[in-house]
């Protein structure tokens, strides 16, 4: 039974349920003036409003659930109100809610809270629960949360806050103070129930500089609560230890889930759809993602997700937990039961000086670990594990792989895998791809595993969907041969769970199995499904015919035939000598940009039907015959390459004698005789002509 999403959706129903009727606070300006200010409704005054339900300053009386707007005001809210020390009462520093509150903005790009302290330093928001009251909470009115006393399963009588976050990017907070003893969440510190949808937790730090005895958590995120993570960023935050020589390390560049910090909930993680890349933990473990263990679980799943482009730095030689984890860090004590769930996602980039480039472990007997559908290739580990290392502290638990890809990663020992000491800590469930399991010993049924073979992946790049991915090209030998349809196919977890529908992209792209191998319908190994399909492109010019001056049009077009999807859809087109890039015309999806009269399109996704278009503007600076070529190349189809071509001049007939005719050069007419060569097969019928002489 698959206990983390048993919970996660009792949590999303209950939350759903038990919201009460909302108010509505609109914030009118980006300042952060001192509480209170009647000339204006600012964002701190805002939440003080609801977490007191009184009016603060030019803000209304919040009551119970509030629903806090921020308009598009033309800027970043910005927080100024400088830290007071450790403080926890909204006044100063960071932003305190202890109230149920929906904080809606405009979209990551547009809605941006800030902190720009001019002394000291701080999150950007923190969420308490009823027991933090006496830690200097002003003034809080906790509203029951559904389900009442131990909403996450404690039983204790605790009241925690729901809080929502859509469309906003929290940025620049550097956290240096404690909650319940556990140090860390440099931008958000959550120990409520928290759910963040289309938003950026980004630019954040979390250090122990001023607290140097403690371990320090969340560069990003700290979750002590319960926390969704929906079509989110989290990215180039930082983790920080400076006493890592005295044993103090950090945890979690990005994020960090940690079951030490709260008395009053068990802590669960679920990040869907969401990129967690470009964090660092510097002296410590788990680059992007850090899950930790300590009294409590904290339960986790990383569904149709991207971890990539992580690191850890500051590797200590005689200290064996760091630079541990470059992607995804995952430690829990002998006696734990703690549960970590990949699934259709892709682990890709990540670097550690140490052991476990894309994924560490170390957790006892009764934990649950489980990679299911996903892709964990490219990452890099110094020493051991460069895909996936299982420390020598873990006492019989495993890790469990099932319809996944280890491929192309590079550490001293076990480049795709290692399990340090122990055979058998990593058992293959069945139908994975494991490129190089040298120093890997693997147990279990291991039924339709592949190894030493290349799974042929394209490169880390937006294939569709909100994530990026790592397509399977033409001819992978991972195509349809994960678990068979009969025997469970590809699903969510291995006992029991549900099946999977789409792959990492999410809908529309389906989890194809109508191919058949050996009679059994499959999907693929790891996390991408590949779409047979067929494109269709041609390049064109608006002339054939052009003078030294002349502004000349190409049109490139890409029509996908069907019936699947073309990813990676890239168009490259080399300018000739005689001329040179002017501008684009249309472009109607994707980009294109121009280096050095080199164009490259990147056109992205394709579906079943759909036609790119792109116009191409060029000056022509030479006389002659002018030649383009351009190629498109996606991740299902061989390339294709297209030619335009014209000519500076007009167009005679060999062998029927010179027929004049006038081209106009400015105020003086001239005849030019031209060869008439023949037709290039190019599928386009051009006419290719040269000069042969002037007169």
């Known amino acids: 039974m698959k206990k983390t999403l048993i919970l996660l959706c009792s949590l999303f129903t209950l939350a759903v349920a038990g919201r009460a009727q909302a108010d509505t606070i609109t914030v009118d300006t980006l300042t952060d003036p001192p509480i209170p200010d009647a000339t204006v409704c600012s964002l701190r005054q805002a939440i003080q409003a609801a977490n007191t339900d009184t009016a603060v300053g030019g803000c209304p009386t919040g009551n119970g659930d509030d629903i806090i707007e921020l308009p598009d005001l033309g800027g970043p809210y910005v927080l100024t109100e400088n830290p007071a020390g450790f403080q926890n009462d909204n006044f100063t520093g960071d932003l305190d809610i202890c109230s149920n509150i929906t904080i809606n903005g405009q979209g990551l790009d547009t809605t941006v809270i800030r902190t720009q302290f001019n002394n000291g330093m701080d999150r950007v928001l923190q969420i308490f629960n009823e027991v933090d009251t006496g830690n200097g909470v002003f003034g809080c009115t906790f509203t029951p949360a559904p389900g009442g006393a131990g909403v996450g399963g404690a039983g204790n009588g605790c009241i925690v806050p729901i809080v929502e976050i859509n469309g906003v990017t929290l940025e620049n907070g550097h956290a240096i103070d404690t909650f319940n003893g556990v140090l860390g969440g440099g931008g958000i510190l959550n120990a409520g129930v928290l759910t963040l949808n289309d938003s950026s937790v980004s630019g954040n730090t979390a250090d122990n500089s001023q607290i140097p005895d403690l371990n320090v958590y969340g560069g990003g995120l700290l979750n002590l609560g319960q926390a969704v993570l929906a079509r989110s960023l989290v ?307 608006n002339t054939p015919t052009a003078e030294v001056g002349d502004i000349v049009t190409y049109t490139i077009t890409v029509t996908n035939l069907g019936p699947g999807q073309a990813t990676g859809v890239t168009i490259t087109d080399p300018l000739p000598a005689e001329v040179n890039f002017s501008s684009f015309g249309t472009i109607s999806q994707g980009t294109c940009v121009n280096n050095a009269d080199v164009i490259t399109c990147d056109i992205g996704t394709l579906m079943d039907g759909e036609v790119a278009t792109v116009e191409v503007n060029v000056l022509v600076v030479a006389e002659g015959e002018v030649v383009n070529q351009a190629t498109i190349t996606t991740n299902e189809t061989e390339p294709q390459n297209r030619t335009a071509t014209f000519v500076t001049g007009a167009i005679f007939v060999e062998g029927s004698g010179i027929l004049p005719c006038s081209l106009q050069r400015g105020p003086v007419a001239a005849h030019v005789p031209f060869v008439l060569m023949g037709l290039m097969g190019f599928g386009l019928g051009i006419l290719v002509v040269k000069r042969v002489g002037r007169r």
């Open 235 to 541: 990215q180039n935050n930082s983790v920080v230890s400076q006493t890592f020589n005295n044993g103090f390390s950090s945890f979690g560049g990005g994020i960090a889930c940690n079951g030490d910090g709260d008395v009053c909930q068990q802590p669960l993680m679920f990040i869907n759809n969401s990129q967690v890349n470009g964090n660092m933990a510097d002296s410590g473990s788990g680059g992007g993602i850090g899950v930790f263990a300590g009294f409590q679980n904290c339960n986790t799943e990383v569904l149709r997700s991207a971890v990539y482009d992580n690191q850890v730095v500051g590797f200590t030689a005689n200290t064996s937990n760091f630079g541990t984890g470059g992607g995804i860090s995952h430690v829990a004590g002998d006696a734990s039961t703690q549960e970590f769930f990949l699934v259709d996602s892709t682990v890709s980039g990540n670097m550690t000086p140490q052991e476990g480039g894309g994924f560490f472990e170390s957790s006892g007997q009764a934990t649950v670990v489980e990679l299911l559908s996903s892709t964990i290739a490219f990452n890099d580990a110094g020493t051991a594990g460069g895909g996936v290392f299982r420390s020598r502290d873990a006492l019989d638990g495993t890790i469990s792989l099932l319809n996944t890809i280890l491929s192309n990663n590079a550490a001293v020992q076990g480049p795709d895998c290692f399990n340090q000491d122990n055979p058998g800590m990593i058992t293959s469930v069945g139908y994975n791809l494991i490129q190089d399991p040298t120093d890997c010993v693997v147990d279990g049924p291991q039924t339709g595993d592949i190894t030493g073979q290349d799974p042929l992946l394209g490169a880390l790049m937006n294939n569709g969907g909100l994530t990026p991915t790592h397509a399977l090209t033409t001819g992978s030998p991972a195509l349809d041969m994960a678990r068979p349809v009969a025997d469970g196919g590809c699903v969510d977890a291995i006992n029991g769970g549900a099946e999977l529908l789409f792959d990492q992209r999410d809908d529309p792209f389906d989890r194809t199995v109508a191919a058949v191998i050996g009679g059994q319908p499959r999907c693929d190994i790891g996390a991408y499904e590949f779409s047979p399909t067929a494109i269709d492109s041609s390049k064109t010019v």
